[in-house]
């Protein structure tokens, strides 16, 4: 499996997720795309469908929110495949309401829970999962190709078009969601100066796949999830001279 680029990506079941394994495996068949879900059964049959058009791709189980479920995909990367090249942190959620808070709950139970379980999908977990395979990460023994590690953010995590009165997203309301994605550039940020000095061998970026129909939106979105694979999957290839510490959507830079 040596000559295999080995690349997981979260959330893949549906969605963002889904086509960005879908093309990834299509535009390079020389990876070994492993499409991660919390679900057993849901990313099971996710993989069988790519892989009934010939694709290489494998489940894995892997919840974003579980240790235990991150320590187990890590042993079973590592006796499968000893090192792992490629990282897209895709999962995460939109909006959250504990199924089970009393009609009466108070407004600040009702924000505390909702941010509190936004974050830890969105910043906690996607924390956890990079920290658990970069052990894996530092063993990619590809010849003339970077790691890379792609966050999957939003333009509505831009503190400059939140500022801007003029900016797209001035006055989007998502509040939980896009302070969990301001928050995750900042979380990519520690990653990309924890590995400033060695550019040429890693390459992280962050990646706004556009407003997509998906399950995260109920399906609202303009763009489709096939187009918001376009730029995960390029930042997923970057070779040495690739960009790294940076914004960006398919149509280009995105500030910070």
Request: aromatic content about 6%.
């Amino acid at each position: 499996m040596a000559s295999k680029t080995i690349a997981i990506i979260t959330g893949a079941n549906q969605g963002l997720g889904f086509e960005t394994a879908k093309r990834l495996a299509r535009e390079h068949p020389d990876y070994v795309v492993i499409m991660a879900g919390r679900r057993k059964e849901a990313i099971e049959e996710a993989a069988k469908t790519l892989q009934a058009d010939g694709l290489a791709v494998e489940p894995l189980v892997l919840d974003v929110d579980s240790d235990e479920s991150i320590d187990a995909a890590v042993k079973e990367v590592e006796a499968k495949h000893g090192r792992l090249d490629v990282l897209v942190n895709n999962a995460g959620i939109g909006r959250y309401t504990d199924p089970s808070a009393p009609a009466n709950a108070s407004a600040a139970s009702k924000v505390r829970t909702e941010m509190a379980a936004i974050f830890n999908t969105n910043i906690s977990g996607v924390a956890a999962v990079t920290d658990a395979f970069l052990p894996l990460m530092k063993k990619s023994v590809e010849t003339n190709k970077p790691k890379r590690i792609v966050f999957i953010s939003s333009t509505l995590g831009s503190m400059a078009y939140k500022v801007d009165p003029k900016g797209q997203c001035h006055a989007n309301v998502a509040r939980a969601y896009t302070t969990s994605k301001a928050a995750l550039n900042m979380l990519a940020w520690h990653y990309m100066v924890d590995f400033e000095d060695d550019a040429a061998n890693w390459k992280i970026n962050c990646n706004c796949p556009g407003y997509c129909a998906t399950n995260l939106n109920n399906n609202r979105g303009f763009d489709t999830a096939e187009n918001g694979s376009i730029n995960a999957v390029r930042l997923a290839t970057l070779g040495p001279d690739g960009e790294t510490a940076t914004f960006s959507n398919r149509q280009g830079p995105i500030p910070w």
